[in-house]
């Protein structure tokens, strides 16, 4: 079985600096009310442990691998609960370039495993679309 949620914002700001803020991981704490915490360096083929606190529900802390990094454009994972197969997550970052000058973000994780047809992805969604809205207010205000 598989969900997907799907989102997306209008940013006006470039690619670049929607993706200079994506990647620094480090200031996440200070904007990110989706995503607390990412450590790690987001080459392909690494694991990096991420933090997410998904509105009204608790911590989790996973430890994905990064699929793709394409810089300005792109930024995927891989990550699962347990053992591969029971529920696992493709989460992704795109950015579109528009020709006003603005970006065009999408988030999104497509789910897939034994266990998704339990999970209420809701929260989860609740959650994108707080960290796309305060990805924009960053990226807007700098």
Do not use: C
Request: net charge negative; glycine share 6%; no cysteine.
């Amino acid at each position: 079985m598989k969900k997907e949620i799907k989102t997306e914002i209008i940013i006006n700001a470039t690619p670049s600096k929607v993706w200079d803020i994506l990647l620094n991981f480090e200031a996440y704490p200070s904007w990110n009310p989706f995503i607390q915490t990412i450590k790690g360096n987001p080459e392909v083929n690494n694991t990096i442990q991420v933090t997410i606190a998904p509105p009204e529900g608790s911590n989790m802390t996973f430890k994905p691998i990064i699929l793709e990094n394409e810089t300005n454009r792109k930024l995927v994972w891989e990550g699962k609960l347990f053992i591969r197969g029971i529920f696992d997550g493709k989460h992704r970052f795109d950015l579109f370039e528009n020709e006003e000058g603005t970006t065009s973000f999408v988030h999104s994780e497509e789910f897939s495993g034994l266990l998704v047809g339990l999970f209420n992805l809701e929260k989860t969604k609740q959650g994108f679309v707080l960290m796309n809205e305060s990805l924009k207010n960053r990226a807007e205000s700098d």
